[in-house]
């Protein structure tokens, strides 16, 4: 959804002086479409083009956020709200071989726990579909050997849709790294489930000196780090990182129940393999809305 509020002051600014909430209509990209994220701090939001339902017939999605509470619909039927004062949730629609899913991603800030995940509604009920907080090996996300809750939230959304493939971006608090994200993890619809495929993504992070501001491009390794030909591969590629050095990720990937991420350091690139300890002196820091 467009940013056409930049924030809670305005929304309220226009509630009272017009007695009017704000409606926004919510538009298909990709495949995806978007009803309400972060930006949106107070309106509605809605998608009328697609059948979520499986009559045959186009219903209205949408979310309605106000100062207290998050509630999707379907034609105007409630199936989900959410009290914004220990948690949040945004919401696409996303269609893949013809059948139009919903797809949620929630924030419970109490517990600090995150689901993500696709929905068929059913009987006027949310079924799901697939979750997304367990493709990596069947385990919740902050269940992961290699995932810490400690700094942030873990994250899984679709970008984009392809045929039968979706793109999925993650966002990921690593306790080898800290937090980094992965662009473009591919997920297909196989014989009627969803699989997610170890090919690689993208990576992203930001490295902060809090002190300083000071931003840097590379990690530096903490300590000795083994280095792998190809990600899932037991064979070593012929270097190691050594404590003190300097390496960037580039790609990261899921292959046999574990995470990848391709390293470049002094010239040479291979795969590390992320696990239970902390492998670089500035680990990397979530920024929101960065």
Do not use: H
């Not at 009328?48 to 009559?55: I, M």
């Not at 306790?175 to 993208?202: D, P, V």
């Not at 391709?262 to 820091?285: A, C, D, E, I």
Request: hydrophobic content about 40%; proline content about 0%.
């Amino acid at each position: 959804m467009k940013k056409i509020l930049s924030g809670l002051f305005l929304s309220l600014a226009l509630l009272l002086l017009t007695g009017i909430v704000p409606v926004f209509a919510a538009s298909n990209a990709g495949g995806v479409v978007t009803l309400c994220d972060e930006s949106v701090d107070f309106g509605s939001d809605a998608y009328s083009q697609l059948d979520v339902t499986g009559d045959g017939a186009k219903d209205v999605v949408a979310m309605d956020v106000t100062d207290t509470a998050i509630t999707l619909k379907v034609n105007d039927q409630v199936l989900k709200t959410w009290n914004r004062s220990n948690a949040t949730a945004s919401a696409k629609i996303v269609k893949v071989a013809g059948k139009s899913y919903i797809e949620l991603n929630e924030e419970d800030y109490t517990n600090n726990i995150s689901k993500c995940g696709l929905y068929l509604v059913s009987g006027g009920k949310l079924k799901k579909a697939v979750d997304y907080s367990k493709l990596l090996n069947k385990k919740l996300l902050e269940k992961n050997k290699f995932i810490t809750t400690a700094d942030g939230y873990d994250m899984i959304t679709v970008s984009n849709v392809k045929g039968k493939k979706l793109y999925l971006n993650a966002s990921l608090y690593t306790k080898s790294l800290g937090y980094f994200k992965i662009n473009n993890l591919q997920m297909k619809y196989i014989g009627g489930k969803f699989k997610l495929t170890e090919k690689a993504g993208k990576t992203s992070f930001l490295l902060l000196d809090m002190k300083t501001g000071t931003k840097y491009q590379e990690f530096t390794a903490k300590k000795s780090v083994t280095v792998y030909k190809k990600a899932g591969s037991s064979k070593k590629a012929g270097f190691k990182i050594a404590a003190n050095k300097k390496f960037t990720i580039k790609k990261a990937a899921v292959v046999k129940k574990n995470i990848y991420v391709q390293v470049k350091s002094g010239g040479k690139t291979g795969w590390m393999k992320l696990g239970k300890s902390n492998l670089v002196k500035m680990r990397g820091m979530l920024v929101y809305g960065a």
